[in-house]
Nanobody, 113 residues
Framework: VQLVESGGGLVQAGGSLRLSCAFS????????MNWYRQTPGNQRELVAS???????NYADSVKGRFTVSRDNDKNMVYLQMDSLKPEDTGVYYC????????WGRGTQVTVSS
């Protein structure tokens, strides 16, 4: 399994970004896909996840602002981030697990105040 994130960048507070994660491997539809972020203070946080049954979960800090989705035909997972805040700044990682953990290299999101 290989994961490649894209879509990060610099945005003003209140703006939006859409992150994408491309999954390379087999049986994508069976995997729960997760978005983690690591803040400048080096805290790592599970931001959102979407299961193979399309059940979604969000960190309290992003509920109502972020939306995770997947496209099983394209082997892609997305994180739509709206109403961004400076505290959303960090490196966002696409992560999945199947016997072991797989992490992408991350994409930087910077929200200016």
């Amino acid at each position: 399994v290989q994961l490649v994130e894209s879509g990060g960048g610099l945005v003003q507070a209140g703006g939006s970004l859409r992150l994408s994660c491309a999954f390379s491997g087999s049986f994508f539809g069976r995997y729960t896909m997760n978005w983690y972020r690591q803040t400048p203070g080096n805290q790592r946080e599970l931001v959102a996840s979407i299961s193979s049954a399309w059940i979604t979960n969000y960190a309290d800090s992003v509920k109502g602002r972020f939306t995770v989705s997947r496209d099983n035909d394209k082997n892609m997972v997305y994180l739509q981030m709206d109403s961004l805040k400076p505290e959303d700044t960090g490196v966002y990682y696409c992560v999945t697990r199947w016997a072991t953990s797989y992490w992408g290299r991350g994409t930087q999101v910077t929200v200016s105040s």
